[in-house]
Every structure is written in C-alpha cells, then in structure tokens.
T-cell receptor, first 114, second 110 residues
Framework: EAQVTQNPRYLITVTGKKLTVTCSQN?????MSWYRQDPGLGLRQIYY???????DKGDVPEGYKVSRKEKRNFPLILESPSPNQTSLYFC?????????????FGSGTRLTVV | DAKTTQPPSMDCAEGRAANLPCNHS???????VYWYRQIHSQGPQYIIH???NNETNEMASLIITEDRKSSTLILPHATLRDTAVYYC???????????FGQGTTLQVKP
C-alpha cells in the first residue's frame, strides 16, 4: 500500500532532550515536507526537500533540523525541544513539488514537550 | 498568508449536497485551485483541483466561476463520514508549499 509512515504517533518528552521523528514513503516521491499544526494557526510548513540532499526552510524552521540522505526518508530532528514545540506534526510527500494533487500525508505525530 | 477566504463553518443534512464556497479574488491566470480535507486530526487528504473548467471525480465536483475569483466544492450526497475541515488552497509558488487557511468545518447531520 502506498503510504507515508511517521513514527512515533505519540511522544511525550522533556525540555532539552534530543528527539527524532521519522518519516518514510514508499512511492518513490521526489518531494517531501514537514508541517506542524496548532490550534488557531492551522498547518504551517517547517522544512521541505525537493530531492535527495536538497532541503530548504519553510515558514517556521527555528528549532528543527532535517536531512534527506535517501529518497524515501525525511526525518525531523529536534536538537533541544522546548514546550513551544508541543504540536501535531505531519510529514507529506509528492511526486513533484509543483504537483499538489499528488500530496500524501502521514497520520501525524502528536508531540508534547514538558 | 492564505490567498483564499472560506466561511468558518457549515452544516449539511446527510444525503443532501454540500456546497462549500471559496473566494480567491487575487488568483493569477496560471494558478490552480486545490481542495483538501482533514478529518479529525488525521493527515489532510487531497480531494480535487482545477484551473478554469469545472472538474468532477469520484469524491466531488469543483465549479470555478468564469472570472476565476471564486469556486465551489460540491459533495453530491454528503455522508456522516464527510464531516471534516475543508481547505481551499491556491498554489503560491513552485516550492510545493501548501498554505492552509482556517478552512470550513463541515458538519453533516443525520
């Protein structure tokens, strides 16, 4: 089944403890992206990647890192999480950046930083 | 900023057509209109998109006005499972970024 898989689905962590949220897609998509969703603010883009080894900042990149060493994986790294990063996170992929009809989203990761 | 305006909420009776409007008065000539929906904190799901002609697929129909300043998403026979937040999106650039506004919360009632 074609899908975007995020792990973990739920995570509670403490301030300052490094964590990684994994994202993997099995559709050979070139484009991948991370969003966070907060009440009243909607979905906002954190980082995106047009292809392997190519990443760029979205609207809210502060406090996050990403890497794209292989096509299928696009992990989101929080080096020193803070409570304001408590949010619902979504990974998405698409065959090409301009093909917004091809977007597939993961099921989400609900992160709580205490 | 989102380039679209949608009503915050709408109700629809089960089995009836749901018509969700969207204003995009600043849309450019080559920009597509996309519709996504999000069911209760799940990942958003693509529904349909169009440029200037009306479009239909197995999920919905999209009606775009001739001046392209507004559009309407039509769910022909709404079911309870169609209860969701519906987002109308106009592509901003080629970075692939989806700019989600507040969307319309559609409540389908029995």
């Amino acid at each position: 089944e074609a899908q975007v898989t995020q792990n973990p689905r739920y995570l509670i962590t403490v301030t300052g403890k490094k964590l990684t949220v994994t994202c993997s897609q099995n559709m050979n998509h070139e484009y991948m992206s991370w969003y966070r969703q907060d009440p009243g603010l909607g979905l906002r883009q954190i980082y995106y990647s047009m292809n392997v080894e190519v990443t760029d900042k979205g609207d809210v990149p502060e406090g996050y890192k990403v890497s794209r060493k292989e096509k299928r994986n696009f992990p989101l790294i929080l080096e020193s999480p803070s409570p304001n990063q408590t949010s619902l996170y979504f990974c998405a992929s698409s065959p090409r950046s301009w093909d917004m009809s091809g977007y597939t989203f993961g099921s989400g990761t609900r992160l709580t930083v205490v | 900023d989102a380039k679209t305006t949608q009503p915050p909420s709408m109700d629809c009776a089960e089995g009836r057509a749901a018509n969700l409007p969207c204003n995009h008065s600043t849309i450019s000539g080559n920009e597509y209109v996309y519709w996504y929906r999000q069911i209760h904190s799940q990942g958003p799901q693509y529904i349909i998109h169009g440029l200037k002609n009306n479009e239909t697929n197995e999920m919905a129909s999209l009606i775009i006005t001739e001046d392209r300043k507004s559009s309407t998403l039509i769910l022909p026979h709404a079911t309870l499972r169609d209860t969701a937040v519906y987002y109308c999106i106009v592509r901003v650039d080629n970075t692939g970024k989806l700019i989600f506004g507040q969307g319309t919360t559609l409540q389908v009632k029995p």
